[in-house]
């Protein structure tokens, strides 16, 4: 899963601004924000350059960092 939509939220921006920027159409992004379709690694980082965020925070963790230690 992503956080793309909360983080277009946070920043203000919409899923059409981010289609511009990245090259897609806005129905892929909708994908993207709705979790119907995920983003490769490639435009995963390009969106991640975009809002101008580290990539992980696109993510949702998988394991709880405290049990990792």
Do not use: F, H
């Amino acid at each position: 899963m992503n956080r793309i939509k909360e983080v277009l939220k946070e920043q203000g921006r919409t899923q059409t601004w981010l289609a511009e920027k990245i090259g897609k159409s806005y129905v892929i992004v909708t994908n993207y924000c709705n979790n119907n379709a995920q983003p490769s690694i490639q435009v995963l980082t390009t969106i991640a350059e975009v809002l101008d965020v580290d990539i992980r925070a696109l993510l949702v963790p998988t394991k709880d960092d405290k049990k990792l230690k």
